[in-house]
């Protein structure tokens, strides 16, 4: 089967590995589609994401959807044939987080395709992927595999808003409007937010958003982000991992406001304008990954409330995943990247 490999730094590579079989309580899964995370792009251009550095090579991706190709035993419930989506994160279960249903910042958690852990948990940009059952969701009525691909990130997204609280009728910001921060904007819409205001330094992923909710798009660096110094947002979710993007947040929500932290920062300290926490009374969230979000996502994938089409830019077939990853990487000609891995079985 066809593999994407991370090696080091700027070192990937698509080999042949052996079919993986399932074992007591597992599923095997034929993946179909792939989709390209910020992650990825980080292991393959500096071989770490933050302070996970790799150490062996790994097979990345972890936002997958497929076809179950076989079950190991014990397993009840899932049946070979069935359209899925793999939900990443196997938490311990046993930790105060998991058991007070936290399960999205247990510390002992195994992520597809994370180099984390040593060993490296492999991920799902192969041909077969074998997971615990729990982590295989039946796609609903309705729901197609490329569609079902862009799960993961939205669920990544609901999680963001939810955390938010109610945003029924308010005036909400998103600062970057990458692949993350277009489904936001999208579940911010679903979520009943009366204004989406979206702001980020490419015109193309501000189009992106206006497709998927935005009501004004704002580009940074231009004499119309002016607008934000006195947006008075009632919610700002920061989703382009910058620090300066943070402030504009800080600055641009309303006193009393809430800001959502979801785009991961460079490691250590940041510069932030941190005085604003204080005299607008702001509360601030971090917001991690998601947890059981992600069947709530697959319902409303199903019911056309999250309207992410427009977020998928290219499919493009798994072995060309280098030229994949360097459309991924340039957001001013793509969004979110598939990989198909439909014909990624020699057999």
């Known amino acids: 089967m066809w593999a994407v490999v991370a090696y080091g730094p700027g070192d990937l590579r698509v080999e042949q590995r052996e079919v993986p ?18 992650s990825d792009l980080h292991y393959w251009r500096h071989g770490a994401v933050g302070d996970f550095r790799l150490r062996e090579p790994l097979v990345l991706g972890h936002e997958v959807s497929g076809v179950v190709r076989e079950v190991g035993p014990g397993v009840d419930g899932v049946k070979v044939g069935a359209e899925v989506a793999v939900h990443p994160a196997t938490p311990c279960d046993t930790c105060p ?25 492999q991920g799902g940009f192969a041909g077969v992927l074998v997971v615990p059952a729990a982590q295989v969701l039946p796609l609903p009525a309705g729901l197609d595999l490329r569609r079902a691909a862009v799960a ?3 669920s990544v997204a609901w999680h963001a808003v939810r955390r938010a609280g109610t945003l029924t009728g308010k005036r909400v910001l998103v600062t970057g409007a990458g692949p993350i921060g277009a489904l936001v904007v999208a579940a911010a819409r679903a979520a009943g937010a009366d204004e989406i205001v ?20 704002v580009r940074v660096g231009t004499p ?23 402030t504009t947040c800080l600055r641009a929500v309303d006193r009393g406001g809430t800001v959502v932290g979801l785009g991961l920062l460079p490691p250590g300290d940041s510069p932030i304008a941190a005085n604003l926490l204080v005299t607008k009374e702001i509360r601030v969230l971090g917001s ?14 199903a019911e056309d409330a999250l309207p992410v089409d427009p977020v998928v830019t290219e499919v493009v077939p798994a072995p060309f995943a280098p030229s994949a990853f360097e459309l991924a990487a340039d957001p001013r000609n793509s969004c979110k990247v598939l990989l198909d891995f439909s014909g990624g079985l020699d057999e």
């Open 21 to 38: 079989e399932p074992g007591p309580g597992e599923v095997a899964v034929a993946v179909h589609y792939g989709g390209i995370c910020g």
């Open 97 to 121: 987080q998991c058991r007070s249903d936290r399960r999205n910042i247990c510390a002992n958690t195994s992520y597809l395709g994370s180099a984390a852990r040593f060993p490296h948990v």
């Open 152 to 154: 993961e990130p939205a």
């Open 198 to 217: 979206v702001s980020d330094v490419h015109e193309a992923p501000l189009a992106v958003a206006r497709q998927v909710g935005a009501t004004t798009t």
């Open 224 to 246: 119309e982000a002016v607008v934000l110094d006195d947006l008075r947002a009632d919610v700002a979710i920061e989703s382009s991992g910058a620090p300066a993007g943070f």
């Open 288 to 301: 991690f990954r998601f947890d059981h979000e992600m069947s709530a996502v697959l319902a409303a994938l």
